[in-house]
């Protein structure tokens, strides 16, 4: 594996991510930022940057700092955020928030323990550079769901709006040692004559999103079978990869590489 590269099959994990908070009034991103710190123990302090106007965006502000190597932009924006293919609650105002989790910076990640992993190959560092950038993302989505105007946190990647409460009550999960599952990744399922369920949101962490179809399991196994596997991938270093065999509950399945038939996207498809 070392010498193919664990990239040659899953993806490698970017250093760079974004959601978007949306808002039904304009908020203070500096009084937010006080929040961050007072409901994690924290001590960030933002700059404020301009933003001249350039040839595809307007002129306008960022409010960035810096936590455990990890750089994040916020950018208030007085106007609603426009989709092609979707519909979004109804809001006026949205905060843009950029990641930055840079693979030279791990020596200062202690949230992910990525100071501890700077000698393992850079497919595993990038791994957890981007799990210490979704500490902090979520951390600070904790603070912006809890103003008054919040609407939801849009994810692009998962196709979904999170709304506050679903935001601030599992965000809490972080503070016991546990990974808030359902605001890093998406598993969608259904059931009709047989199961099907599908992960959204893995790429992010270095990994090919898993798949289970045409099983007569229900939808409720096939959904814990999923995020038993995701939470396993995400705090680990371990891979799937095809040829292998996964047990739960007893049972062995075995794991293949197949183009999903639902988007046309490369997966882990997990036989039941």
Known sequence: MEQLGISALHPRAPEIFSYVALFS???????VLEQLNALWGLDISGQWQQVPA???HPAGSILDFTWQGVHVAMSPVNTPLSLEKAQLPEHIFQVPVTLYAPAKEAAAGQLANESAFLSQ??????RKRMLSAHF?????????????????????????????QMVTELSGLLRAGKIPLPLWINIRTQEIDLSWGRTYGLPLFGHLDIEIRETSKSASAVYQILAEI??????????LLPGQTLESGGEKMVITEEVSPVDKQTVIRILT
């Open 230 to 239: 995701t939470n396993y991938l995400i705090s680990g270093e371990s891979y």
């Open 25 to 31: 009034a304009p908020i203070d991103l500096d009084r």
């Open 136 to 164: 902090v993302a979520t951390q600070l989505a904790d603070a912006l769901m809890r103003e008054a105007a919040a609407v939801g946190i849009f994810r692009s990647e998962m196709g979904i709006v999170q709304p506050p």
């Open 54 to 56: 350039g040839e595809n």
């Open 121 to 126: 190959i850079p497919e595993i560092r990038r």
